[in-house]
């Protein structure tokens, strides 16, 4: 639908949208729901020329938003989990925290941590490894020192403790 030359719009009683979906999942309390919808960043790949710098940035904005608002949730239900003492439910979620931000690193560390403490230290240090290969193909980098002590401490049969990987109050 439109207004005029100059507007789009779209009916939403005649389209069904998984973004939308997304938001009303979320903001209904619903995240389970709402991270199946979740299959990837906001029209990735979406390039349109010969528009308005303003869309490009509005749609890297609204990827952005997205984003952080999948990563809280599958944050909090990590956090929820671990309550529970549900240690595999929070390893999954934290995994899907990876899916959505592989560089979240915070998370990682988490992830080794839960893993380790629940007695897979090949899990913990494989998560590790598929993370440091990744970072050292695709940007030339490696993992933050905090994570790398881990991994040392992990692989080294060493004690760790949830301090070395606090949970960050928003997004991990």
Do not use: K
Not at 85 to 99: F, I
């Amino acid at each position: 639908m439109g207004r005029g030359d100059e507007e789009v719009g779209v009916d939403f009683a005649a389209v069904w949208c998984d973004a939308r979906e997304f938001e009303r999942a979320l903001d209904a309390g619903r995240p389970d729901e709402a991270l199946a919808l979740y299959r990837g960043h906001f029209l990735e790949g979406f390039h349109v020329s010969g528009v308005a710098p303003e869309l490009g940035q509005w749609l890297d904005e609204e990827r952005a938003r997205l984003r952080a608002r999948a990563v809280a949730a599958a944050a909090g239900l990590a956090d929820e989990a671990e309550r529970g003492g549900n240690c595999a439910l929070a390893a999954q979620r934290l995994r899907d925290v990876l899916r959505i931000d592989p560089g979240a690193e915070p998370s990682l560390r988490r992830l080794m941590l839960l893993l380790h403490q629940d007695g897979d230290r090949a899990g913990a240090l494989r998560v590790y490894d598929e993370f440091a290969r990744r970072l050292a193909t695709e940007i030339e980098a490696e993992p933050a020192a905090d994570t790398a002590a881990l991994a040392e401490r992990v692989r080294n049969g060493r004690e760790t403790t949830s301090a070395a990987a606090p949970r960050a109050a928003g997004p991990p």
